[in-house]
């Protein structure tokens, strides 16, 4: 049965109670008004429940299309419906190019009236769902939603709240695991572009010689394989933000084409001659020290000056270690949620430990530590040091890298630790100095849990 609150404002009172008990009956609210000042006055008080105002278009103190942009801006996911005793199909159009769901006439039947209001409210429901998810990804990723209240993280906070309203280019710097994209996130969803498409690609996912169409698209028979146009991310970015991460990982070719993009908002297709453009704010972000490997002729200068308008460090979590207990328990009751499992949290010894420990892995590390952690534990039982990984099982006094020498697989994990968080979690510049190869050193990451 359908279910929902309309609004129906009509000067006839026999008309009114008629209409309102056919609709009442099939399971709706109505709220009624006999002019245009009380109909709108019921608006503005239950604005957030109304689904469908149904206004009759002659009323003693006004004309219902006049009315359509006042109903609106009380009530903007709402549908509008508009009653008349002679309809004509000029009036009609109208009435829709105001932004009128429909338009009929009065003493049509009741079954032709149930069939518009539910196919109008059905489209006021979708709206709400929408903007309920909306709200809800907009609060995900907002600033209130990071966890913690260091002074590092509070005033990398500050700075992104101070640029996120401009159109600003965003240098976001801090190691692997820090969170930088959700501080891109943050940024967007605090800027203009809230409701603009956010698109992220991390530059080192991508082989190098796929990178540069993913990020421009490129026109059918470009390359072997091209059997199609295809929209690059910048494309599908336009009117809202693009996030490259490791930025640092463009190839030479690829940031000559960005630092255009970033100049003069254009670019060109692969295997096309016209050039296209876009409105992109652009954010990036690196774990490298980008001004250093400019110096060096490792980046573009060009590029990193453009880039790094305005920069922002992302502390590290060592350099927040008053946030580890509170992102602890946070985790801790994301992953209880996921998994169906009641757990009340941490204990003291767990804290102690966790807050003792170097992680090289950042937040990241963290997360993927209480994921682990809340699989083990026990259902309706604490989390104690018993469920985290073996590099914490210590004496609470102790860190992991002090202790448990003894075990040779500690101490492969110690070095790799030592070894990616010197080399800023440079995975392959981390196994070249490990003497291994790459593929070997993610295989003993995922065994040791790092």
């Known amino acids: 049965m359908p279910t929902g609150t309309l609004l129906l404002i009509d000067d006839e009172p ?3 109670r008629v209409v309102a008990r056919v609709l009442e009956l099939e399971g709706y609210a109505v709220l009624t008004a006999p002019d245009a000042r009380r109909g709108l006055e019921l608006l503005a008080q239950h604005a957030a429940e109304v689904l469908v105002v149904l206004s009759d278009v002659k009323l003693p103190d006004g004309h219902g299309p006049d009315l359509i942009p006042r109903f609106q801006q009380l009530a903007p996911l709402a549908e509008i419906i508009l009653l008349t005793a002679y309809g004509t199909i000029p009036d009609g159009v109208a009435a829709m190019k105001r932004g009128a769901f429909d338009y009929l006439t009065k003493g049509d039947s009741d079954d032709q009236l149930l069939v518009v209001v539910e196919r109008a409210a059905e489209k006021a429901r979708l ?13 995900q990723y907002d600033f209130d939603a990071m966890i913690g209240a260091s002074p590092a993280l509070q005033h990398a906070q500050h700075l992104a709240r101070q640029v996120a309203p401009t159109e600003a280019t965003v240098l976001l710097e801090g190691p692997t695991g820090s969170g930088k994209e959700l501080f891109a996130q943050a940024i967007h969803q605090a800027s203009g572009r809230r409701g603009k498409a956010f698109v992220a690609v991390n530059c080192s996912a991508f082989p190098k010689d796929l990178l540069e169409s993913e990020l421009f698209g490129y026109r059918k028979g470009a390359f072997t394989g091209a059997m199609a146009d295809k929209k690059g991310l910048l494309e599908e970015a336009n009117g809202g933000t693009l996030f490259l991460d490791e930025i640092g990982e463009l190839e030479a070719n690829v940031q000559a084409k960005f630092l255009r993009v970033l100049e003069t908002q254009q670019f060109t297709k692969l295997g096309d001659t016209k050039p296209l453009t876009v409105n992109v704010r652009i954010i990036a972000a690196t774990n490298r020290n980008l001004k250093q490997e400019a110096g060096e002729g490792r980046f573009r200068p060009d590029l990193y000056y453009r880039l790094s308008v305005f920069t922002i460090a992302v502390p590290s979590l060592a350099e927040r270690r008053a946030d580890i207990a509170p992102l602890a328990r946070h985790f801790t009751q994301v992953f209880a949620t996921k998994l169906r499992k009641r757990l009340p949290g941490l204990d003291d010894d767990a804290l102690r430990r966790l807050a003792a420990y170097p992680w ?3 937040v990241r590390e963290l997360k993927n530590v209480l994921e682990r952690a809340a699989i083990l534990a026990a259902p309706g039982e604490w989390l104690t040091a ?3 990984p073996a590099e914490f099982q210590v004496a609470a006094s102790e860190t992991a890298l002090e202790s448990n020498t003894r075990s040779l697989r500690a101490l492969e994990a110690r070095q790799i630790r030592l070894v990616l968080q010197e080399t800023g979690g440079n995975k392959t510049e981390a196994a070249r100095q490990l003497g291994i190869g790459v593929k070997t050193l993610y295989r003993k990451i995922e065994e040791y849990g790092l």
């Open 386 to 388: 018993e469920d985290l």
């Open 14 to 16: 026999g008309l009114r």
């Open 360 to 362: 090289p892995g950042n």
């Open 127 to 139: 709206q709400h769902r929408v903007a309920n998810l909306e709200k809800q990804v907009g609060q």
